[in-house]
């Protein structure tokens, strides 16, 4: 570990900053444990604060309710990864139940950002903005697969270069790969919106029959 410290720091004081982020890198990798450990810590001393709350004497009704929903609306937080409050997360758990998991808990946090409660229902909002962006990603994904080719084929196109070009250009191949990658991803919160809202519109219809 230590040995990885000092790279780190000669890496900077010579302004290899490639080097350096490479050695950050690999001691998040290192100490991704640790680093779990202390965000789950933090999650249970959240609850454990929450439950401290609840045993405070004289306390309003409303104040004891309000702190009775944090409590609740914390642990479906930790069970699902979806920040909601109440009413939304009463919504979300009729849907998951009505769907009978075909919508799963992973769907809806992934397309959290266009779920919304109306009239008490949960409904999915997709706007013209959001459908512009999905295509957009699309195309910029697709010209950055065809640049990352580019630089894959380099090897073969010119043969004399050396080790080291040669492996600059597979990195240079490999990280606009990963950025495409990344850069597609963007695209799966609006298609499980898409995917929900089909769901939704077969409930609501077999509901009224």
């Given at each position: 570990?230590?040995?990885?410290?000092?790279?780190?720091?000669?890496?900077?004081?010579?302004?290899?900053?490639?080097?350096?982020?490479?050695?950050?890198?690999?001691?998040?990798?290192?100490?991704?444990?640790?680093?779990?450990?202390?965000?789950?810590?933090?999650?249970?001393?959240?609850?454990?604060?929450?439950?401290?709350?609840?045993?405070?004497?004289?306390?309003?009704?409303?104040?004891?309710?309000?702190?009775?929903?944090?409590?609740?609306?914390?642990?479906?937080?930790?069970?699902?990864?979806?920040?909601?409050?109440?009413?939304?997360?009463?919504?979300?758990?009729?849907?998951?139940?009505?769907?009978?998991?075909?919508?799963?808990?992973?769907?809806?946090?992934?397309?959290?950002?266009?779920?919304?409660?109306?009239?008490?229902?949960?409904?999915?909002?997709?706007?013209?903005?959001?459908?512009?962006?999905?295509?957009?990603?699309?195309?910029?994904?697709?010209?950055?697969?065809?640049?990352?080719?580019?630089?894959?084929?380099?090897?073969?196109?010119?043969?004399?270069?050396?080790?080291?070009?040669?492996?600059?250009?597979?990195?240079?191949?490999?990280?606009?790969?990963?950025?495409?990658?990344?850069?597609?991803a963007q695209t799966f919160p609006i298609r499980k919106a898409k995917k929900i809202k089909v769901i939704l519109e077969n409930l609501t219809k077999q509901s009224s029959q």
């Amino acid at each position: 570990m230590m040995d990885i410290i000092d790279k780190l720091l000669d890496s900077l004081k010579n302004g290899n900053y490639s080097i350096a982020l490479i050695l950050v890198m690999i001691l998040l990798i290192i100490k991704s444990k640790d680093i779990y450990k202390v965000y789950q810590e933090f999650k249970k001393q959240k609850i454990e604060r929450l439950k401290e709350l609840q045993t405070i004497d004289n306390l309003d009704e409303e104040t004891k309710t309000f702190i009775k929903d944090s409590l609740n609306n914390e642990v479906f937080y930790q069970l699902t990864g979806i920040n909601a409050d109440k009413y939304l997360k009463n919504n979300l758990i009729k849907v998951y139940e009505s769907s009978k998991g075909i919508i799963t808990y992973k769907d809806l946090k992934i397309s959290q950002r266009f779920l919304k409660i109306e009239n008490n229902v949960l409904t999915i909002e997709i706007k013209t903005g959001d459908k512009i962006e999905e295509w957009f990603n699309i195309f910029i994904s697709i010209i950055l697969i065809i640049i990352a080719s580019y630089f894959f084929s380099i090897p073969s196109l010119l043969p004399n270069l050396k080790l080291l070009q040669v492996g600059l250009a597979l990195f240079i191949g490999i990280f606009i790969y990963l950025f495409a990658g990344f850069t597609i991803a963007q695209t799966f919160p609006i298609r499980k919106a898409k995917k929900i809202k089909v769901i939704l519109e077969n409930l609501t219809k077999q509901s009224s029959q």
